[in-house]
């Protein structure tokens, strides 16, 4: 009956633990993803006030944002500005989402996932006075790439939850067997 009892509340809480680790990993990752959105519409809306790209294309100088990739797209779709790429080798960009959402809406965002490097990238459009849009974005790690990395800290901490619970399991045990032990001792004495 006390091993019962002990495993059943080690199960417990070893369950309610990696739940909860679970839920917290899809939190915190929303939340990332809404930061992630967050930085590139201020990226877009900062790139845009600079005026930097109302001049020729031949003369706007090499915008250099850490990881973040600028993206300059004509009315027909032709990328007129890649701060990554060469502009000729690219494709026309007027069918992607986040593009044809900034031309109908002025503002476009889409998230791709990349199977192959196991992570998501975010894109944030704007369309900008003269009808041409502005497209920024980010590549990040995916949700699963986050949770196997943390899957060690969730090891570590599965057996940390489990020691401390075998241990209260016991002593618990123990507190609730006493008055069914002595009641079955005075029961035993009495006939």
């Known amino acids: 009956m006390k091993k019962k009892i002990n495993f059943y509340l080690v199960a417990t809480a070893i369950f309610v633990a990696v739940i909860t680790m679970v839920c917290m990993t899809g939190i915190n990752y929303y939340l990332f993803q809404e930061q992630v959105k967050e930085d590139l519409h201020?990226?877009?809306?900062?790139?845009?006030?600079?005026?930097?790209?109302?001049?020729?294309?031949?003369?706007?100088?090499?915008?250099?944002?850490?990881?973040?990739?600028?993206?300059?797209?004509?009315?027909?779709?032709?990328?007129?500005?890649?701060?990554?790429?060469?502009?000729?080798?690219?494709?026309?960009?007027?069918?992607?989402?986040?593009?044809?959402?900034?031309?109908d809406n002025g503002v476009g965002d889409s998230t791709r996932t990349s199977a192959?490097?196991?992570?998501?990238?975010?894109?944030?459009?704007?369309?900008?006075?003269?009808?041409?849009?502005?497209?920024?974005?980010?590549?990040?790690?995916?949700?699963?790439?986050?949770?196997?990395?943390?899957?060690?800290?969730m090891i570590f901490v599965i057996i940390l939850v489990g020691v401390l619970c075998i241990a209260l399991a016991k002593s618990l045990t123990k507190k609730l067997m006493k008055p069914i032990e002595t009641l079955a001792g005075n029961l035993e004495n009495a006939s």
Do not use: C
């Not at 850490?66 to 004509?74: G, P």
């Not at 980010?138 to 800290?153: D, E, G, K, Y």
């Open 42 to 103: 201020v990226m877009a809306e900062t790139i845009k006030s600079t005026g930097i790209l109302e001049t020729d294309v031949d003369e706007i100088p090499q915008i250099d944002v850490e990881n973040i990739r600028v993206t300059w797209i004509d009315t027909d779709g032709t990328v007129l500005y890649d701060n990554e790429n060469d502009v000729k080798t690219l494709e026309n960009h007027k069918d992607r989402p986040e593009v044809k959402e900034a031309f």
């Open 116 to 153: 192959t490097m196991n992570s998501n990238t975010f894109y944030h459009a704007i369309k900008l006075d003269d009808g041409t849009v502005l497209r920024v974005s980010l590549a990040a790690r995916s949700v699963w790439s986050m949770f196997a990395s943390s899957i060690p800290s």
